[in-house]
């Protein structure tokens, strides 16, 4: 089975400031039709969980620029250039390549 | 627009079992598929497993092989998840999302409730 490590596992950022979750897998995600099968869904407080990014860096409809992802293999990172209040939650990583595998979370909050 | 709607919360007897309903709307329910994913009170996203709505192909999580069945009804674009021999630790909210290969489109939650 893939694993997936998030870190950290909390963060606390000041608004407008940057932030910066990782994310490992224990095998890689690049499949041989040439794709990464990386995601990075947010759970806001009370909400079911939303699509951000996906295939490693592609943003999901509706989602705003601030909000970015990069990596292959098996490192990946999700950065968010300027936090707002709105961004507050629980942001997880899932491998598609094999089934599908959640990172543990990273819960984000603001100071 | 896309909507997946959920069956209401439950709440069972060890042993028991339950099945949560994920009605669709908006899009052509046998072009993707579902996942189903669980989460603990407190805890973080648990993937169960997946079915095909185009043809019933499913795929489940190895700790729940043999207690779980997704299944679809195509002629009312719903899905089905029934969990048997229900324990105390399988008290979770349960939701669908709508698979192609990202999950993109989520239902509500489904609040499951295993309690003597």
């Known amino acids: 089975d893939i694993v997936m490590t998030q870190t950290p596992l909390s963060l606390s950022v000041n608004p407008g400031q940057p932030a910066s979750i990782s994310c490992k897998s224990s095998q890689s995600l690049l499949h041989s039709d040439g794709k990464t099968y990386l995601y990075w869904y947010l759970q806001k407080p009370g909400q079911s969980p939303q699509l951000l990014i996906y295939e490693v860096s592609s943003r999901f409809s509706g989602v705003p620029d601030r909000f970015s992802g990069s990596g292959s293999g098996t490192d990946f990172t999700l950065r968010i250039s300027r936090v707002e209040a709105e961004d507050v939650g629980v942001y997880y990583c899932m491998q598609g390549i094999h089934l599908r595998t959640f990172g543990q979370g990273t819960k984000v909050e603001i100071k | ?116």
């Open chain 2, 1 to 116: 627009q896309v909507q997946l709607v959920q069956s209401g919360a439950e709440v069972k007897k060890p042993g028991a079992s339950v099945k949560v309903s994920c009605k669709a709307s908006g899009y052509t329910f046998s072009s993707y598929g579902i996942t189903w994913v669980r989460q603990a009170p407190g805890q973080g996203l648990e993937w169960m497993g997946w079915i095909s709505a185009y043809n019933g192909n499913t795929n489940y999580v190895q700790k729940l092989q043999g207690r779980v069945t997704m299944t679809t009804d195509t002629s009312t674009s719903t899905a089905y998840m029934e969990l048997r021999s229900l324990r105390s630790d399988d008290t979770a909210v349960y939701y669908c999302a709508r698979d192609d290969q990202l999950l993109d489109y989520w239902g509500q939650g489904t609040l499951v409730t295993v309690s003597s």
